[in-house]
């Protein structure tokens, strides 16, 4: 593999708090001083921005089971193409990931993938929420986090052995938060859009219900617990209370919940049914404070990908979920950076620094000695999204057509380019 060098770029790194112009080595799949290289292929990136590589916690990759919408190797190439050189599997496959095999097949399939795909295993049997799954012989096959995602554990005596059990074994906990009973038969979020559209709603008080026991358990046990795609007012509320009195939890935030609200569903069109739904132009601006306040540590995508079929059919009867890989930095960028939210620097660490922290991944930095996982991008360059050139196998976004500012052109895996605009 020949060395590169990257210069002129602006370089951040978040974990380091660098943020200056400068100039980066690679060899042998490893960061280096620019002065180490030899031979190298030179990559001038003046205006450019050079940052380590993005981790997506949540994405659902549908192999093995329906491979009609995605692939390891498709949603592995879609990462690449967003910029990101790390994912987690989710375990809510066919058959599902709560055994050693399944583990084991993924680490397989991933072989095909251009990024690291990390796997996640199901905290419970089958998903179902019914008995604790086998936490120390996946932990042992090599998972980086428990989830049930797609469902929640509605037993809190079975969530909290669960807890005490991932705390025994290291393992962090990433839960969809959601009180079935109350969510039971809602298409979108209860407020006055599912009134006057005349759909069953899904109030809020699912989500804050859940995520207010989770906060009890973790400072409890004094163990990590992630929430998946926070979405109301007062989860972010919750959440803001609890990580002032050190309490171990996190939550991440993602594109679509950031950008959208429950107003969209009156284009009855489908890519715009998710789970947790849209929510109220309040709770988007809450969910925002809660981004620029640090409350809200992570970005993630929770990429769905359906096929065309799938979401071709009444908004009642549609799967919920969206693919977000390849659109998440840019409409990130657009709403937060370019409209004076946060910091470029905040951003890259909420895709960087804060997902490998919820990991416990030790030094997610630019330090030489570490992998070669790298993004660059164009702060400046604004284009038009065009789903029909996604890598993903499926184009169940909301987003095509949408301007927007920032561009991957570059994501570099051990050291080899994976993505080149």
């Known amino acids: 593999m020949k060395d590169l060098l990257f210069k002129n770029a602006r370089i951040i790194d978040p974990v380091r708090n660098v943020d200056a112009k400068g100039d980066l ?9 620019a002065s180490e290289v030899k031979d190298a292929t030179v990559i001038d990136l003046s205006g450019k921005v050079l940052t380590p590589g993005f981790i997506d916690i949540h994405v659902h ?16 190439a879609a990462a690449a193409a967003g910029g990101f050189t790390s994912i987690v599997a989710m375990p809510n496959t066919k058959p ?15 072989k095909k993938s251009p990024v690291k795909v990390l796997p996640c295993g199901n905290m419970s049997v089958g998903g179902q929420g019914e008995a604790m799954a086998g936490i120390g012989s996946l932990k042992e096959a090599g998972i980086v986090a428990l989830s049930d ?75 990590r617990i992630h929430m998946q795609h926070v979405s109301t007012r007062e989860s972010v509320n919750i959440l803001r209370y609890a990580r002032s009195r050190g309490i171990p939890v996190t939550g991440e935030a993602t594109p679509h919940h950031l950008t959208l609200t429950d107003e969209c569903i009156k284009k009855f069109d489908t890519n715009y049914k998710m789970n947790p739904p849209l929510r109220s132009e309040e709770d988007r601006q809450a ?40 659109t998440a930095f840019a409409l990130c960028h657009t709403e937060l950076v370019t409209k004076g939210v946060i910091d470029l620097p905040h951003l890259i660490r909420m895709m960087t620094a804060g997902p490998a922290e919820v990991l416990g991944l030790e030094d997610y930095s630019l330090r030489p000695g570490r992998p070669a996982d790298l993004t660059i991008f164009d702060p400046a360059e604004e284009y038009v999204i065009d789903s029909s050139k996604f890598f993903s196998k499926s184009r169940n ?4 057509g949408r301007s927007v500012i920032g561009r991957i052109i570059m994501t570099v895996v051990d050291g080899k380019v994976v993505y080149q605009k």
């Not at 938060?177 to 009134?195: F, R």
Request: aromatic share 6%; with cysteine; net charge negative.
């Open 25 to 33: 080595g690679v060899s042998n799949g490893l960061i280096v001083e």
């Open 61 to 76: 990759l549908r192999q093995p089971g329906n491979s009609d919408a995605e692939t390891v190797a498709t949603g592995g």
């Open 96 to 110: 599902p990931a709560d055994t050693v095999g399944a583990i084991e097949l993924l680490r397989n399939m991933a």
């Open 149 to 223: 995602d797609g469902r929640c554990v509605q037993n809190h005596g079975l969530m909290r052995h669960i807890v005490e059990y991932a705390k025994a074994f290291g393992v962090p906990i990433l839960d969809h938060c959601e009180d079935s009973s109350l969510a039971a038969g809602g298409v979108m979020h209860e407020g006055k859009w599912s009134v006057l559209l005349g759909f069953n709603g899904i109030p809020a008080a699912a989500e804050e219900l859940i995520i207010t026991r989770n906060v009890l358990l973790a400072q409890e046990i004094n163990w």
């Open 287 to 326: 969910l925002i404070a809660g981004v620029a306040d640090g409350t809200i540590t992570v970005i993630a995508t929770d990429h769905a990908p359906h096929t065309a079929t799938a979401k071709e059919v009444e908004f009642d009867h549609a799967p919920f979920g969206i693919i977000g890989l390849e």
């Open 397 to 400: 976004t909301p987003f095509n």
